[in-house]
């Protein structure tokens, strides 16, 4: 592909702060990472897999397995598995005991249960590893872009892949292991990586590549590539990396932002170029993960309490029975002269009634044996199957977006499902589908947006069902919240034909309830609220406000603007969905985030004086990023005017502790409208700024450069300080209201 045609970033990232201030930039560190000692031995030969086909340098192939047997481990491991089960250990030694002289049955008739229930347990765990082997190679036969050689790329399998190879991935791909990135179609060679297949995280996380690696963004620059990674041996923790990069006697330390790591996804990114460091079983997923566990459900676990109980019952009984037949040898047989007393055998000896007795108690354990149902078990494999079977074709479980059914890998645990009765989760994203919507906002103390949550809507239908279930002539409407769930509380509603469960009439919030135009639908904002649309907000009081609010959503972020050549609109890049739909619903007000280069960002805005859209340009001086810890993301901007603001965004608690005494007007009525916001289910977090002097963001600059370029263990804590000292005297503009989608059937 020629340079011409390269679809290429137009951001340096490595100049905005959003990115640079978390960590020094490599020209900025004084020298590499030591790496001496034991877990310190690995070696990559960039771009030359051949090295490692052999020692000392040999690593494991690409190639992935998470099956529990293979062809010689399967019978003595299967059957180790099912002698686990006393019931089987009890029948094993029945159908020992069966060939000998003192069973009362024919050993076919114990061996053939035994082999029944042992045989169908161990086809199960056959059929069902087998699956997972057929999954696995699917994995294993994914194909990925490798250098050939001669800067020529071409697909290859996953399992094919060496240490060292040279790899292209492409957007919305999987990484076929754990990877060092080396460029990608960025300038400044950053990408944006989905985690979820490792931590369940599914906002965007950001990597960037050395800048010495960056020249590397072409298929043909690959021609003559060497270098050599020196790195920590494989492990399982996925958050730390230590290693060395070599490259054109140079070296450079390599730190978790340059690698990616297996079965984490390529997004928002068109392509990135990277070398394997770890392959296969090395890589850092599989360190983590663990040998197929031998599972067994707490019934069958009781089942196991519930044996021992019947053994001893057995036990007790077969030996009441054989004292008493060792008493009545000894006492009363000689006195029997039709049973023959002098013909003596082992199990039949009034001289040794002892001896008599014990042979009796082997045959009256096996006599009474039935007490302990083996077709129990034979029963509770064939439910099972069975259970498995329904599971992958339930139709209910089956996901219609991408295509997936239900697949019950085993069916050891599946009655463990119908005892699931409350599911306690720390992640919202358990529950919903991660798509974030704007539809409502406070503005100067003014709440804006009409449309109805999801938790509003179900909260409503809770209420109708409940209004339908009883006389309404009992029922003091007046003392029914309604309005707070959205419901008209006009009481010939309620009589009325059409008030059923499924059709409620949401009532519209606000001061007047202006007729809706109806809009098409727009993926991150559902907003519905004619005060503020279509330039009607300058009707409304305190429209400097209103303009500051837009200006917050459309300035303070990090979304890269792409055009989107087939439909002709601009698209946003953005490292979480709640900030795309940020980006999205700045843009339906009529402030539009259009470009980003190095150093500023260019909005074209609505101007209340001209009455037109014009782009208006705002220099970026600082960005300081969000984090769980900052709770919170500043930009510092410099209008055309020569104004310096700060724009900030945050967790309420955060913001309203960091407002100034002339920053809290509207405090009190935006606290009202989070709290009614949170009640309906629904994502807040608080809009503010403030100006800066000039000699004020000079001295601040100055402070904060200093705790930038500072190496060592205090500098997260100088760069914090850093901007504590600038993120104060806040005034509080509003607060946004982003509802995340429920999935499907979560609620109803």
């Not at 069966?98 to 169908?120: E, N, Y």
């Not at 330390?253 to 170029?273: E, F």
């Not at 919240?481 to 059923?500: I, T």
Request: aromatic share 10%.
């Amino acid at each position: 592909m020629g340079r011409g045609a390269r679809k290429k970033g137009k951001v340096r990232w490595s100049k905005l702060y959003s990115f640079s201030c978390m960590r020094p930039s490599v020209s900025e560190l004084e020298e590499p990472h030591h790496l001496e000692g034991p877990g310190f031995s690995r070696v990559v030969m960039c771009n030359e897999p051949q090295l490692h086909k052999k020692k000392p340098l040999k690593y494991p192939s690409n190639y992935v397995s998470t099956t529990k047997y293979n062809a010689i481990t399967f019978l003595p491991k299967a059957l180790f598995e099912q002698f686990r089960r006393v019931a089987n250990l009890y029948f094993l030694l029945t159908a020992a005991l069966s060939t000998t002289s003192l069973s009362p049955f024919k050993p076919a008739s114990v061996i053939a249960p035994l082999v029944f229930v042992v045989g169908a347990s161990m086809l199960k765990e056959a059929v069902e590893d087998w699956r997972r082997f057929i999954q696995d190679m699917k994995v294993n036969a994914r194909k990925v872009s490798v250098h050939k050689g001669d800067g020529v790329f071409g697909y290859k399998s996953w399992e094919k892949l060496r240490v060292g190879d040279v790899v292209k991935v492409e957007k919305d791909n999987f990484f076929p292991a754990d990877l060092l990135l080396l460029s990608s179609n960025f300038e400044d060679g950053i990408c944006y990586v989905e985690t979820m297949n490792l931590d369940g995280e599914t906002n965007l996380k950001v990597k960037r590549s050395l800048e010495t690696t960056l020249p590397l963004d072409e298929d043909n620059e690959f021609k003559d590539f060497r270098a050599t990674v020196k790195c920590e041996d494989p492990n399982p923790n996925l958050y730390t990396f230590v290693g060395n990069f070599e490259f054109e006697r140079q070296v450079y330390p390599l730190g978790p932002d340059q690698v990616l790591l297996r079965d984490s996804k390529l997004r928002n990114t068109q392509y990135i170029y990277g070398i394997v460091i770890f392959s296969g079983h090395d890589s850092k997923v599989m360190q983590n993960s663990t040998e197929s566990p031998s599972k067994r459900s707490s019934i069958e676990q009781k089942m196991d309490k519930i044996i021992y109980f019947l053994f001893s019952l057995l036990l007790l009984i077969s030996l009441i029975s054989s004292i008493g037949f060792a008493i009545q040898l000894k006492f009363d047989m000689p006195n029997w002269w039709y049973l023959r007393p002098d013909y003596t055998t082992n199990d039949y000896n009034p001289g040794n009634p002892g001896l008599s007795g014990f042979y009796h108690l082997v045959t009256a354990l096996m006599l009474y044996g039935y007490l302990i149902p083996i077709s129990l078990y034979v029963s509770i494999e064939v439910v099972k199957i069975l259970q498995a079977s329904f599971i992958n074709q339930d139709i209910h479980m089956y996901d219609g977006e991408t295509g997936t059914p239900a697949q019950a890998r085993t069916s050891n645990l599946n009655e463990e499902l119908g005892q699931v009765d409350t599911i306690l989760s720390d992640k919202t994203g358990t529950l919903t589908c991660n798509q974030m919507d704007f539809i409502k906002c406070s503005i100067a103390g003014t709440s804006y947006g009409v449309v109805a949550s999801e938790v509003e809507i179900a909260a409503a239908k809770r209420i109708a069902k409940d209004l339908n279930d009883h006389s309404l002539n009992d029922l003091d409407i007046q003392k029914i919240d309604l309005k707070s769930q959205g419901l008209d509380a006009n009481e010939n509603s309620f009589n009325s034909p059409s008030f059923q469960e499924t059709d409620i009439e949401l009532r519209i919030e606000g001061p007047e309830s202006t007729e809706m135009t109806e809009r098409p639908a727009i993926k991150g904002f559902n907003f519905k609220d004619d005060r503020l649309m279509n330039g009607n907000w300058l009707k409304e009081p305190h429209t400097d406000m209103i303009l500051l609010f837009f200006r917050i959503l459309a300035i303070c972020h990090t979304a890269i603007p792409e055009q989107d050549e087939e439909i002709g609109t601009i698209k946003y890049e953005a490292e979480s969905p709640d900030e795309g739909a940020f980006v999205v619903a700045a843009r339906e007000f009529g402030f539009e985030f259009c470009k980003r280069t190095q150093s500023s960002v260019l909005i074209k805005e609505w101007d209340p004086s001209s009455g037109q859209n014009i782009e208006r340009e705002y220099k970026l001086l600082n960005l300081l990023e969000f984090n769980s810890t900052r709770k919170r993301m500043s930009v510092i901007v410099r209008d055309e005017d020569g104004q310096i603001f700060l724009l900030c965004k945050g967790a309420d608690s955060v913001i309203f502790d960091r407002l100034g005494k002339n920053g809290r007007n509207y405090e009190e009525s935006t606290r009202v409208h989070l709290a009614q916001y949170g009640d309906a289910g629904l994502r807040t977090l608080a809009l503010s700024y403030r100006i800066i002097t000039e000699t004020e963001y000079s001295e601040w600059n100055a402070t904060f450069l200093k705790a930038k370029t500072t190496i060592g263990a205090d500098r997260e804590t100088l760069l914090e300080i850093a901007s504590d000292l600038i993120e104060k005297d806040l005034i509080l503009v509003g607060a946004t209201a982003i509802e995340d989608k429920l999935q499907k059937g979560v609620g109803s």
